[in-house]
Structure formats: C-alpha cells, structure tokens
C-alpha cells in the first residue's frame, strides 16, 4: 500500500509497531517532538559554528516547529541531515557509516532521496580525489565497494515502493501531469480521479477525447515566477536580497572549499519542489540543506574577527537566524488560539451524510 502514499518507507515502519499495538494517535506527537529534540542535540554538540549561530538556529521556524511541532516524515530531515554534515566532516573517512545515513535519508522522502544522492555523490568525489592524491587508484577499497552496495540498495528499495500503479495519479504539477499524459496515456487510469469519474458517466464521448484534468495542488497553481520566489526566498527571509545574498555566500563558500558539488543541492531540491510537487511545507527543507552545506564547509579554525568570506557569511547566518524568531512565536500563537488538525471536523461532516453516500 505505501505505493498509493508518495513517500518512501522510512517513516511509516517507525510508526508501524505503534499503530499495530494499538498505541494512542498522540504518540505520533511524542515521536515527532522526539525526533526534533535529537536534530536539535546534534546541531548544538557537534556542529562547527560559533556559539552566537547555534543559540539562534534551534528557535527558527524550521527547527522550533515545522519540522517538529508538525508531525510528519519532515521531522527526521533535520537529525539525519545533520548527521550526514557531521560523517562529511570526519577525517577519518567512515564510507560505510556515511552510506547507512545517507540510506535512511533516501528512504525518508524523495526529497531526502534528493539530498542523498546529492550529498551522497560529492562524498564519493570526495574520496576519488583523496585516493588519487593518495596514489591508490588501483582498484575499489572494499569499505568503498561495500558503501556504494548499501546505498544502491536503499535506492533500490525506494523505486520498488514508488513504482506508479496504474490505479494512482501521481499529484505533479500541471505542466508535468500535461505532459505525463501526452507521453504515456496508458499510466493514467480513468477511474483513478473523481472528476474523470463523473464526467465519464456524464458524457463518455467527451471524456475519451479529452485529458484528464489536472489535480488541485492548491498553491502549485502559482506562476512560476511566485513559486521560484515562494521556494528560495521565504524559507529563508521575507527580504529578497537577503535571502539572495545568503545563498549566494553559501554557494562561494562551497566553491572555495572545494566541493562544488554541494551547491546543485538546494538547487535540484528547490526544481524538484517548484516543477514536480509543490507544497509550502516542502519549502523549509531548502533551510536545512544550506545549514548542512555550511556544516560541511565551515573551517573552525577560523576565529579571528577580520574581514574574511567565512566571517561575513556567519554574519548573515546570523541575522537571518535573528530575523526568523518572530516566524517561530507567531507559529506557537496561531496553535495555541486555533485548531488545525481536522478529524473532529471530518468526523461531524461524515455523520451528516446519508450512510449510502459517505464513500465521498
């Protein structure tokens, strides 16, 4: 059945024992909360930054409630994502440890696969060139071999469960779900969506001739230009330049550092959210990979207060994580005054209905 949810398995096997033992909803909360607390410890014990960024970074939006407080797979993005920058940064080099994490990642959402294959072939480069600087270039370490075989495996475990049925319309985007359908028809069955449904016993004819219509994605009908912003701006701050000067901070750090790679990351990440599946609690995850990346290339040694690309990005780091708090209270408000999880409210509705029409 994890082929109808969209997501790898990752999360749905940790709530499994739970739900089979008949465990209360509530626990949901506890494992979520749980979960943000452990990312949370990781960041502040082993993370490189000076102590002004790690006091700000735990009370931002991000970290302090989306993907905390909300209980979805999100929640572990945070924990395994800065476990991944804290292995990237060993300097005994742990290959196999590196693809366990990188593993678990992949299997947490597509995002994560994102993000994993992303981080997961920088590190690979990585060692390429540590190897050949090193002159052992005769054949694959057997850690190296052993590495790549787990985490080809987590990817093939994550195509097992995400191969489409033909019963399920996946919810992409308009343009792609255009597209899907001119290209291979046969993956859309027309019971699949509601409104093909009734417009088939409608009007047969005229629901062969035309395509199925697109699904309601809410916000992923904004126009390109509102979701690049929606996308690599507001995650970060409500000021464009700000935000823009962050990421472009990140990415010449990167560079300098020798790992170009890094900076496809939030860049692939941020095409697959704006072009394929667009949810504004997606966006966030765009944070957490720029405080990964930094995690990566952040030089410790460096202290002194001078004029430097390292200094003036953890001087931007900063505001930007000061200028995110009041995301974080006007969050904790909103739930303390209002109700935003809707069984009961689903509930009432169902009861209202006749008993023959509650399949709706």
Same mark, same amino acid.
């Given at each position: 059945?994890?082929?109808?949810?969209?997501?790898?398995?990752?999360?749905?096997?940790?709530?499994?024992?739970?739900?089979?033992?008949?465990?209360?909803?509530?626990?949901?909360?506890?494992?979520?909360?749980?979960?943000?607390?452990?990312?949370?410890? +990781?960041?502040?014990?082993? &993370?490189?930054?000076?102590?002004?960024?790690?006091?700000?970074?735990?009370? !931002?939006?991000?970290?302090?409630?989306?993907?905390?407080?909300?209980?979805? &797979?999100?929640?572990?993005?945070? *924990?395994?994502?800065?476990?991944?920058?804290?292995?990237?940064?060993?300097?005994?080099?742990?290959?196999?440890?590196?693809?366990?994490?990188?593993?678990?990642?992949?299997?947490? &959402?597509?995002?994560?696969?994102?993000?994993?294959?992303?981080?997961?072939?920088?590190?690979?480069?990585? *060692?390429?060139?540590?190897?050949?600087?090193? !002159?052992?270039?005769?054949?694959?370490?057997?850690?190296?071999?052993?590495?790549? !075989?787990?985490?080809?495996?987590?990817?093939?475990?994550?195509?097992?469960?995400?191969?489409?049925?033909?019963?399920?319309?996946?919810?992409?985007?308009?343009? *792609?779900?255009?597209?899907?359908?001119?290209?291979?028809?046969?993956?859309?069955?027309?019971?699949?969506?509601?409104?093909?449904?009734?417009?088939?016993?409608?009007?047969?004819?005229?629901?062969?001739?035309?395509?199925?219509?697109?699904?309601?994605?809410?916000?992923?009908?904004?126009?390109?230009?509102?979701? $690049?912003?929606? +996308?690599?701006?507001?995650?970060?701050?409500?000021?464009?330049?700000?935000?823009?000067?962050?990421?472009? *901070?990140?990415?010449?750090?990167?560079?300098?550092?020798?790992?170009?790679?890094?900076?496809?990351?939030?860049?692939?990440?941020?095409?697959?959210?704006?072009?394929?599946?667009?949810?504004?609690?997606?966006?966030?995850?765009?944070?957490?990979?720029?405080?990964?990346?930094?995690?990566?290339?952040?030089?410790?040694?460096?202290? $002194?207060?001078?004029?430097? $690309?390292?200094?003036?990005?953890?001087?931007?780091?900063?505001?930007?994580? $000061?200028?995110?708090?009041?995301?974080?209270?006007?969050?904790?408000?909103? +739930?303390?005054?209002?109700?935003?999880?809707?069984?009961?409210?689903?509930?009432?509705?169902?009861?209202?209905?006749?008993?023959?029409?509650?399949?709706?």
């Amino acid at each position: 059945l994890l082929r109808y949810e969209g997501h790898p398995p990752l999360w749905y096997l940790i709530l499994f024992p739970l739900a089979k033992l008949n465990f209360p909803f509530a626990y949901i909360n506890l494992i979520s909360a749980g979960f943000g607390l452990a990312g949370i410890y +990781v960041l502040l014990r082993y &993370s490189p930054f000076p102590f002004y960024i790690r006091a700000l970074l735990p009370f !931002g939006f991000a970290l302090a409630y989306e993907y905390s407080v909300v209980a979805r &797979s999100y929640c572990l993005f945070p *924990l395994l994502g800065f476990l991944i920058a804290k292995e990237y940064r060993r300097t005994a080099r742990k290959p196999v440890r590196m693809a366990i994490l990188l593993a678990f990642l992949a299997n947490l &959402s597509l995002h994560g696969t994102i993000v994993a294959c992303a981080f997961g072939l920088s590190y690979g480069w990585d *060692l390429y060139r540590e190897r050949r600087l090193a !002159g052992g270039l005769t054949r694959p370490v057997p850690p190296v071999r052993m590495a790549a !075989g787990i985490f080809a495996a987590s990817l093939a475990l994550v195509l097992v469960v995400l191969w489409p049925t033909r019963d399920l319309r996946a919810p992409v985007s308009h343009p *792609l779900d255009q597209m899907i359908h001119r290209v291979a028809p046969a993956l859309y069955d027309p019971l699949a969506h509601h409104a093909v449904v009734l417009q088939t016993a409608a009007d047969p004819e005229s629901a062969k001739a035309a395509p199925p219509p697109a699904l309601n994605l809410g916000m992923g009908s904004l126009k390109i230009r509102d979701r $690049l912003r929606t +996308v690599f701006i507001y995650p970060i701050a409500t000021f464009a330049p700000l935000a823009i000067l962050l990421q472009m *901070l990140v990415f010449a750090m990167a560079w300098s550092r020798g790992k170009p790679l890094l900076i496809a990351v939030p860049l692939v990440l941020g095409a697959f959210i704006v072009e394929v599946y667009f949810r504004l609690w997606h966006t966030s995850l765009i944070w957490v990979v720029l405080i990964m990346i930094l995690w990566v290339v952040w030089d410790e040694r460096e202290t $002194l207060p001078r004029p430097s $690309l390292q200094n003036v990005t953890a001087a931007v780091f900063a505001l930007v994580c $000061l200028l995110q708090l009041p995301w974080t209270v006007a969050a904790v408000r909103f +739930v303390r005054t209002h109700s935003i999880y809707p069984a009961k409210a689903t509930a009432d509705y169902l009861k209202s209905l006749p008993a023959n029409r509650r399949i709706d």
